[in-house]
């Protein structure tokens, strides 16, 4: 037993941010894991691993499409699945291996095991019960299970199956066009599956702009993927190593079917906090099972927090390491702040989407007057030379005040293009300040750059 300032259950994005963070605010901190490694399902079985299949199967793709345009002659390579497999294994492990590290440069104690709460200011790891001032959950979140189908993780499987299948699938049905549908559909489609993707509603990534939406959706048709809309899934049948899924178009009530070798169910996650003892402690829960927090990130019972997945808001990775880092500062007796209405969404497709603020559906439905600055990417020389015109930037201003609302990136590096207006959003910034700000050539930023311009006098290369 041991006694700690902070004791931080889960050591993913939120988690390991936060006890970091903790530490360096001189608080004596351990971070509970029952995983053989650190970083939660971001570094495990999520975001990086995800990255890894991306990147390599985004260079098979290039090879395909554009090589020979660029004067690169010669037979496409051949697919190892296990070499890349142990790629993404070893990008795995190199991160793992990094949170260790500053774990140990922090001095932050891993406990290793699954924690519980037996009560306040108690966190019982295996057989032992330490002492804490403050606990903070960052348990994380689990995929959402849909009535009728039966995870198997070989061939019904979820994100973390899919990160892992034995081999390369012929056919592979998606259900559900959301993030990790289309991410993980890309990665498959570019591996030369025939990719199929049934979805609830009638338009791809739900939230998202619409205009966005719709290119999106066009894009990756083009690049081989199948989309079924307004289709709810009923269930999966798996028989002779292949997997059926019924569903029934909503237009009508007729019910189709539809076989493959690989069923990726991406319907949603929920919370993960199964274990913790949480209804034991009587901790207040949402309708939805998250964790109900104040604006302090304090729980219903006084010295335990929660952040991440396990509270509301969007699951992603960076949204729980701010809240990391506000939430120590919180216990450090700081003033811990997360902006909620600056923080960005990224799928790393090709080409990525990104986006941050209002939508232009939101707007219109807050009844705000707007005005839009829109900027393809064919009048980008950069964009073009590397074959990635298709796509827009979208900025969303304040029609009186030209105050940035918000922002919508289809094309190259939309990922990191879309921090500018993050960082922008933060100062209060309008779309002006923006256009007058020198933008390198060529880069695709400059594409930000021509959408401000389009909201002012307008853009140069449109
Ligand atoms: P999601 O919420 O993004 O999308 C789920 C989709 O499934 C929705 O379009 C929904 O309408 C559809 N759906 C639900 N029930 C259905 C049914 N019965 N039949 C057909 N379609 C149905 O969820 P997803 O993709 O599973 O991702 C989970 C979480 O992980 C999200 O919060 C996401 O933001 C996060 N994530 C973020 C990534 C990133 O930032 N790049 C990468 C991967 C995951």
């Not at 998250?290 to 006084?302: E, G, K, L, M």
């Not at 209060?428 to 933008?439: E, I, K, P």
């Amino acid at each position: 037993m041991a006694e700690f300032d902070v004791i931080v259950i889960g050591g993913g994005p939120g988690g390991y941010v936060c006890a970091i963070r903790c530490a360096q605010l001189g608080l004596k901190t351990a971070c509970v894991e029952g995983r053989e490694t650190l970083g939660g399902t971001c570094l495990n079985v999520g975001c990086i691993p995800s990255k890894a299949l991306l990147n390599a199967t985004h260079h098979l793709h290039e090879v395909h499409e554009n090589f020979e345009k660029m004067g690169l002659m010669g037979g496409a390579p051949t697919v190892d699945w296990d070499k890349m497999q142990a790629y993404k294994a070893d990008v795995i492990s190199g991160n793992t291996k990094g949170i260790e590290f500053l774990f140990k440069k922090n001095k932050v104690t891993w406990l290793k095991g699954w924690g519980s709460i037996p009560a306040a200011g108690q966190v019982k790891v295996g057989e032992e019960v330490h002492t804490a001032k403050a606990i903070v959950i960052a348990s994380g979140s689990e995929p959402a299970s849909l009535p009728g189908v039966t995870v198997d993780e070989e061939i019904v499987v979820t994100s973390t199956g899919a990160l892992a299948l034995k081999a390369i699938p012929k056919s592979v049905v998606v259900i559900g066009a959301g993030v990790i549908g289309l991410e993980m559909g890309s990665v498959y489609a570019r591996l030369g599956a025939e990719v199929t993707v049934v979805e609830y509603l009638d338009a791809i990534t739900p939230g998202m702009d619409g205009e966005v939406a719709k290119s999106f959706q066009k894009i990756l048709s083009k690049q081989g993927l199948k989309f079924v809309l307004g289709a709810a899934v009923q269930g999966t049948e798996v028989a002779e190593g292949k997997a059926t899924v019924t569903y029934k178009l909503r237009k009508d009530d007729s019910t189709h079917t539809i076989t493959a070798d690989t069923v990726l169910v991406a319907t949603g996650r929920k919370p993960f906090t199964a274990g913790l003892g949480l209804d034991a402690l009587g901790v207040a829960l949402e309708p939805r099972g998250q964790i109900t927090i104040d604006s302090h990130f304090a729980t219903s019972i006084p010295g335990i927090y929660a952040i991440g997945d396990a509270v509301v808001g969007p699951m992603l990775a960076h949204k729980a390491e701010d809240e990391g880092m506000a939430v120590a500062e919180v216990i450090a007796g700081k003033h811990g702040h997360v902006n909620y209405d600056v923080i960005p969404g990224v799928i790393y497709t090709t080409p990525e989407v990104a986006n941050v603020g209002k939508t232009e559906e939101q707007l219109k439905a807050e009844g705000r007057a707007y005005k839009v600055g829109k900027f393809s990417f064919m009048g980008n020389a950069r964009a073009k030379a590397v074959f990635q015109g298709e796509g827009f930037v979208k900025l969303l201003a304040d029609k009186e005040t030209d105050r940035i609302l918000g922002c919508h990136i289809i094309g190259p590096g939309a990922g990191d293009l879309i921090h500018e207006v993050c960082v922008a959003m933060e100062f209060g910034a309008s779309a002006q300040d923006l256009a007058l700000t020198c933008h390198a050539h060529p880069t695709y930023s400059e594409a930000v750059r021509e959408a401000a311009l389009a909201c002012g006098d307008g853009a140069i290369h449109a």
